[in-house]
């Protein structure tokens, strides 16, 4: 009887902890099953990103890892050749360089410069002034930077360009430059361009900021005798660090995508001085006819952008401001 | 947070997969060569797609003007143009090509730019059609259509012809007492004499690089052998060791010393220094056939009795040929891939008709027809009837250094001769960098 019980018992043991653990996978796959079920909601959207985001991203990487003839069809696979001869290429380098001279030149104009300028702007009493010089600013921002390239261009002319004129008017003719037909000075004639357009973006985008400061708090520091230049120091540029950081990651990767202005003012030259990596990517595809090349400085592009990406929401996670 | 890893390695793999299936698409096809039959039946029906190189202003109405004239003697057709400029035909065509995209009729160059689509079978073979014994091929010049052949067939329509000529301002060279030079001594002298007057003798904007490609293309035609030249556009078979080379960089660099504002070209476009010789800013101006009604015309400063033109005289020491002008036909292929190359030929054919050919030798559009007796004095200005007798003339036509060239070679004689003409390189060093060039894509 004992055993029988047992037996009794033990089986309904058992049968309990099967019906217990079947109706547990009943429940995981019913869970998984609402679960890809309400994924349908979002399925599109994951498609589209998929398929122009992350697939083109990922056939960048394989690409850069062929070399191909684009008239017969013809591909083969390199290994990390491309990745290799990237190393020894000299344009790479120089063109890694004015990105980076770009970058830095940028953060210090349009981020610093530009958050100066805006705490001026927002310093100023009258509403109308205020509004006035944000539009003033933001009016390059408008142009489209095809058309500002044409502008500069016409600007840096040396026969009837405005620059030399005026150079030549203020007694310093003697420092006239051939700009974009200099190797030594075409880069940053085109940075300085690109200064002059993204420069009032850049200001409102701080003002916007400024203006999110409660007043109270600029109120108790002029109560406290604090004046204008350590408000901006102490109150305005640490409670807008977020838009800081934000500022300082969209420049440094506009850097890095530099491309229009470049290709409208010089080209890339003279003598491949002004290459930045995205016109040098646009030479290997589309000139060289070398894509799998093209694709492996794509890559770098990708990394370095990915980084300071990466290095911004680190840096953002780090100092929150709330008030 | 697991989750959200599960789902990010999920779409790395989809992503993958579908990158790999993606790539293994791109295996090399080996499609038979399609050759266009002189008898084949045209079916007057749908669509036929054209990429042009008429996207200015001035020449677009050309193949509108034909394509509607063509779709009106046959209702059934359709003709999608796609017309662009001389630098941004290049990127479309190539984007188009690795895209499998290409039109049923395309542009193209002759030299290294056509054989592309030559080697990679995208090119009908006309043989049959437009070789010289041709009924049609008769009709063309007989340099022209010899300058669309490879491996001993025709796979291209030229449409004009294209050389390049010094155009002078005759009212400035006339009031400083200047001749037309011929020798290029002669040439520099007269550059000193414009200088002195206080005016640019010649305008040069350098910024697309290949400005200047054209006065070294012309001078290494003076100065190195033909048979050397033709030996080093293959890379397999370049040495780049012929002394001629360096002293047709060195007599560029006298005529930029001397004739030009210097450096200061290679930030000015070809479109400035044109304007400059057009509104009478310089005196000279290097330009091709195809640009003579442009620079000088009712509409410009510079009236067209005022324009001269003569072929950039050559060294007194030239080891060349010395007759021989740069320039080079421009035509169009039909694409290997089209499903009406019947009917394409048939509108090439109608495009190269006697009335065709005749409106386009004619202003405004001034493009010398490669279709003999097109181009006549009561059709086309002076200058381009005077400038097709010198190239009908010219024993041996030096094609352009940079469609000639494979792509790397082009760019190192583009970037090397910005340099050169910037002074941060010498002749020697931009002949070792071509060759360089070169050696790298023999190798590859």
Redo the contacts between chains.
């Keep these: 009887m004992k055993a029988a019980g047992s037996r009794a018992i033990g089986k309904g043991a058992g049968v309990g902890r099967t019906d217990a653990s079947t109706g547990r996978l009943r429940g995981r796959a019913r869970e998984a099953f609402r679960q890809c079920f309400s994924f349908r909601w979002v399925a599109a959207a994951v498609i589209v990103l998929v398929w122009f985001v992350y697939f083109p991203v990922v056939d960048n990487f394989i690409i850069s890892t062929t070399r191909s003839d684009i008239y017969t069809g013809d591909v083969s696979y390199v290994g990390l050749g491309n990745y290799s001869r990237l190393l020894h290429d000299k344009v790479v380098w120089s063109a890694l360089w004015n990105n980076c001279a770009y970058a830095v030149i940028s953060v210090i104009f349009q981020v610093f410069g530009a958050f100066i300028l805006a705490g001026i702007i927002e310093s100023l009493r009258s509403d109308f002034w205020r509004r006035f010089w944000r539009a003033l600013y933001f009016v390059p921002s408008a142009i489209s930077l095809t058309v500002t390239g044409l502008l500069f261009y016409f600007i840096y002319q040396p026969q009837i360009g405005i620059l030399d004129a005026v150079m030549r008017a203020t007694g310093l003719g003697a420092l006239i430059q051939p700009w974009l037909g200099s190797e030594h000075t075409a880069i940053y004639a085109i940075i300085a361009m690109s200064q002059w357009q993204g420069f009032g973006y850049s200001t409102l985008l701080f003002a916007v900021a400024i203006q999110k400061i409660p007043g109270e708090i600029f109120d108790a520091a002029r109560i406290d005798g604090i004046g204008p230049i350590r408000r901006i120091i102490s109150i305005t540029w640490p409670l807008t660090r977020e838009m800081t950081g934000l500022m300082i990651l969209v420049t440094i990767t506009g850097a890095f995508q530099v491309f229009n202005e470049v290709m409208v003012m010089t080209g890339g030259g003279p003598n491949n001085a002004s290459q930045v990596l995205g016109t040098w990517v646009y030479q290997q595809g589309f000139i060289q006819d070398d894509f799998g090349y093209g694709a492996a400085i794509a890559s770098v592009v990708f990394v370095a952008t990915m980084l300071t990406g990466a290095a911004h929401l680190w840096y953002t996670k780090r100092g929150r401001v709330s008030w | 947070m697991k989750r959200i890893a599960r789902l990010a390695v999920l ?2 793999m ?3 997969g ?3 299936s ?2 293994a698409t ?4 080996s499609r038979k060569p399609v050759v266009a039959e002189p008898g084949a039946t045209v079916d007057y029906s749908g669509t036929l797609s054209l990429l042009t190189k008429f996207g200015v202003q001035q020449l677009s109405p050309y193949f509108v003007n034909a394509a509607h004239a063509y779709e009106t003697l046959h209702p059934g057709v359709h003709v999608v143009l796609d017309q662009q400029t001389d630098d941004s035909v ?2 479309k065509t ?2 188009l ?2 895209s ?1 995209s290409l039109p049923d009729i395309y542009f193209s160059w002759t030299g290294n730019w056509g054989e ?2 030559v ?4 090119a009908v073979d006309l043989s049959k059609v437009i070789a010289s014994d041709t009924e049609w091929g008769k009709t063309f010049t007989p340099a022209a259509v010899a300058s669309f052949v490879w491996h001993g067939k025709n796979y291209g329509m030229p449409l004009y012809l294209d050389a390049k000529f010094m155009g002078y301002n005759k009212q400035v060279f006339s009031k400083l007492g200047i001749g037309v030079p011929k020798s290029f001594d002669e040439l520099l002298s007269a550059c000193d004499t414009i200088h002195k007057s206080g005016m640019t003798p010649i305008s040069i904007g ?4 290949w400005p200047a490609i054209h006065y070294i293309g012309q001078l290494l035609a003076y100065d190195v052998p033909e048979a050397t030249l033709e030996k080093d556009f293959n890379p397999k078979t370049a040495t780049y060791t012929d002394p001629g080379y360096l002293a047709a960089l060195n007599q560029f660099t006298s005529l930029v010393t001397r004739c030009t ?9 070809f479109a ?1 220094a044109i304007e ?1 010789f057009s509104n009478l ?1 310089s005196a000279m101006y290097y330009q091709e056939i195809i640009e003579f009604d442009g620079s000088a015309s009712a509409q410009t400063p510079l009236k067209q009795n005022d324009f001269g033109f003569f072929v950039l005289p050559p060294a007194a020491s030239a080891k060349g040929d010395t007759k021989a002008i740069e320039g080079a036909p421009e035509g169009y292929m039909i694409n290997t891939r089209s499903k009406h190359v019947s009917l394409a030929l048939d509108f090439l054919k109608f495009i190269t008709s006697m009335s065709n050919a005749e409106a386009l030798s004619a202003p405004p559009y001034g493009q010398p027809s490669a279709v003999i007796g097109a181009v006549t004095d009561k059709n086309s200005s002076s200058s381009v009837v005077a400038g097709m007798v010198d190239l009908n003339a010219t024993p041996f036509l030096m094609p352009w250094l940079d469609t000639a060239n494979t ?2 070679v082009a ?1 190192a004689w583009l ?2 001769i ?2 050169l ?2 002074g ?2 010498s002749a020697a060093q931009v002949i070792e960098g071509v060759a360089t060039a070169a050696k790298a894509d023999a190798d ?1």
């Design positions: 779409m790395g989809a992503v993958s579908m990158a790999i993606a790539s791109r295996a090399s096809s290049k990127d190539k984007t090509v690795a499998n592309n689509f080697r990679g079978n995208r350098n910024k697309e690089a504002d210097g450096g200061n070209m290679n930030g000015v476009s400035t400059d800013k792509p790397g760019s970037n090397g910005q340099a003409a910037g941060s390189m590859r």
